[in-house]
């Protein structure tokens, strides 16, 4: 029988027990390896010269070189690992700074253990991964709705109608269609025609997907 490859994993924070707690969450899961460990950011790009891993944990806030500076030399270096910050602040600012330096996913330090599995999973596959409470901080609609009606008609290809931002509000804070259709007074299968409008105008996967291209973009 053919082995299945581990992911390898690699985390990056100045608290020792923080690393420790991961690294014991993560030796239960048989899909994923933990290969090394940095407590600053300058031990961080010493062992990336000599070795590699798919993912990388990464807290924000770390002595001689700090999470960001860190993105910045693994963009420079074009190391190939795929970034997970960790952070006791989930500031939408702060997130899209990470985005933009090539950051794949984003956690509160208050739930990283919960949701580290998840996250490593995902970012390994190439997709996005926020803790919820991240996810709702971005979605503030007022702040999403005011930016994408300001912009020009041909921004997206095809404008986002009224209707298809209330929908996008809506599938991004992870109601179904059900639940979608029963506050907007329309039926299940109008709500997944919309959903699918909407994958496609914005050419993302998921609701996530949206998420990002409004972060991306200065959306919100």
């Known amino acids: 029988m053919k082995k299945t490859k581990k992911i390898n994993v690699h985390i990056a924070d100045d608290h020792q027990v923080l690393i420790d707690g991961i690294e014991a969450v993560l030796n239960g899961e048989p899909k994923i390896a933990v290969v090394g460990t940095s407590v600053n950011g300058l031990q961080v790009m010493e062992w990336f010269e000599k070795n590699s891993a ?37 500031d939408i600012k702060l997130v899209r700074k990470v985005l933009n330096l090539g950051a794949l996913g984003f956690l509160g330090k ?36 005011k930016r994408l009606m300001a912009r020009p008609d041909g921004y997206y290809g095809r404008p ?10 809506h599938v991004s804070c992870e109601l179904n269609s059900k639940e979608i259709g029963n506050i907007l ?23 996530v997907g949206m998420v990002m291209y409004a972060i991306k973009h200065k959306l919100i």
């Open 110 to 145: 208050n739930c990283a253990a919960e949701q580290i599995v998840k996250a490593i999973l995902s970012v390994a596959k190439g997709e996005e991964y926020f803790s919820k409470n991240v996810l709702q901080e971005m979605l503030s609609f007022v702040g999403i709705k």
């Open 160 to 169: 986002l109608s009224e209707r298809e931002l209330e929908i996008m509000k």
């Open 185 to 207: 007074n329309i039926s299940p299968s109008t709500v997944e025609t919309y959903r699918k409008q909407l994958l496609k105008k914005l050419n993302v996967k998921n609701s």
């Open 54 to 90: 798919d993912v990388l944990i990464l807290d924000i806030n770390m002595p001689k070189l700090d999470g960001i500076e860190v993105l910045k030399a693994l963009k420079k270096n074009e190391i190939s690992a795929k970034p997970i910050m960790l952070s006791s602040y989930e």
